[in-house]
């Protein structure tokens, strides 16, 4: 398929990928289209991050100050595809756990007041390794009446996490949002996986 040759191009992308890419034809279907979102994020049309300050100020001697740029910016736009892993553990404890924490409170104060990293990696918070999606997560119907079964038995959830969970994350990650057109972008699948 042509699909899959795009998406192990990089090791990076193969990481990620979720088999649903490939079985998401029905994504395509307008009504729930983005609510289901499997893919994860990868572009394969690679954008490159804005090149880092010190690279378009001196083109000629770029190393040096290269190098001593590798630290993420907690603020600005990142490249989270070029990020290490320890940057990006960084970033998620800089950036990303306290805005969350602030998206999920504000839908619910009570269960999300302890917000930690394990509640969107669960084990993988404890035994470091942080994979995404995490299968502790609950698992969505990859079948879209199934899907819409499941989502109406949720709605408030559901919306939340249509409406505010996906969009922030998409834009803390500064990733584009999953685009079924293209099948690339950020969605659910990010963070769940799909039932097989
Ligand atoms: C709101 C959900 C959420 C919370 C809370 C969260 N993360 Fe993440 N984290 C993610 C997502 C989504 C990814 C994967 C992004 C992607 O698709 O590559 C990720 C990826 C990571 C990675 C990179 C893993 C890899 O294989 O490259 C690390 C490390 C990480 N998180 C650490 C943390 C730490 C430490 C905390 C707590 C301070 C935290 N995360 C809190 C959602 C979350
Ligand atoms: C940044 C990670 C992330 C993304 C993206 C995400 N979710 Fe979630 N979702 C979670 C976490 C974490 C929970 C569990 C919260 C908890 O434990 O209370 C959850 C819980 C849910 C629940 C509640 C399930 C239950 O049984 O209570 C539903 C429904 C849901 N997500 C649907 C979706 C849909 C649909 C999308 C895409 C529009 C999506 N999620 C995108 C992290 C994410």
Redesign the pocket.
């Known amino acids: 398929m042509a699909a899959t040759m795009n998406l192990i191009a990089t090791p990076s992308v193969l990481r990620r990928i979720p088999t649903l890419v490939t079985r998401a034809a029905w994504l395509l279907a307008p009504a729930f289209a983005?609510?289901?979102?499997c893919a994860s994020h990868q572009n394969p049309a690679e954008t490159p991050a804005p090149a880092a300050p010190t690279q378009s100020a001196a083109p000629a001697a770029p190393t040096a100050s290269e190098s001593a740029a590798v630290a993420p910016a907690p603020t600005g736009p990142i490249n989270w595809d070029a990020m290490s892993k320890e940057q990006r553990g960084a970033y998620m404890k800089q950036v990303v756990m306290p805005k969350?924490k602030e998206v999920f409170v504000a839908f619910d104060a009570k269960?999300?007041g302890d917000m930690k990293c394990n509640?969107?990696h669960g084990s993988g918070a404890v035994n470091g390794s942080f994979t995404m999606p995490n299968p502790e997560?609950?698992k969505?119907p990859s079948d879209m009446s199934k899907f819409k079964q499941?989502?109406a038995k949720?709605p408030q959830?559901?919306e939340f996490?249509?409406k505010h969970?996906?969009p922030e994350?998409a834009k803390l990650l500064n990733e584009p949002e999953y685009d079924p057109a293209t099948k690339t972008g950020?969605?659910?699948g990010?963070?769940?996986t799909m039932e097989k």
């Open positions: 983005c609510v289901v979102a969350m269960k999300y509640t969107c997560l609950p969505l499941w989502a949720k959830m559901t996490m249509l969970v996906k994350m950020f969605g659910c990010a963070c769940h």
